[in-house]
């Protein structure tokens, strides 16, 4: 059983660092496409940052140059590490790997989040 979990979450101020990590188990296969969302309270869910086998990477515009996500290929795991943190950056923060064998109609994974609070 295909398993996500992230870590990393916290309280920091304005402006402060987190790093979230993600972590796999229970895979016998690489993920080609993993990514971070987010989701605010009362807000719908949002694609945060993404990579793809290949090195391809893509941010949401209003984190692009503070958020930098990166692979361990070794490990099938993603981090995401964010800088200048601002309060509308507060949200419940979850990893998705996409199910290769989603063509199929098998469903794709999800951790169930850390939270990530940035406040004064």
């Known amino acids: 059983q295909v398993q996500l979990w992230e870590s990393g979450g916290g309280l920091v101020q304005p402006g402060g660092s987190l790093r979230l990590s993600c972590s796999t188990s229970?895979?016998?296969?690489?993920?080609?496409?993993m990514a971070w969302y987010r989701q605010a309270p009362g807000e719908e869910r949002e694609l945060v940052a993404s990579?793809?086998?290949?090195?391809?990477?893509d941010y949401a515009p209003s984190v692009k140059d503070r958020f930098t996500i990166i692979r361990d290929n070794t490990k099938n795991a993603i981090y995401l590490e964010m800088n200048n943190l601002k309060p509308e950056d507060t949200a419940l923060y979850l990893c998705?790997?996409?199910?290769?064998?989603?063509?199929?109609?098998?469903?794709?994974?999800w951790g169930e989040g850390t939270l990530v609070t940035v406040s004064s």
């Open positions: 990579v793809r086998t290949g090195r391809r990477i």
């Open positions: 229970g895979s016998v296969f690489s993920f080609d496409f």
């Open positions: 998705y790997a996409e199910n290769p064998y989603r063509h199929m109609g098998y469903p794709d994974f």
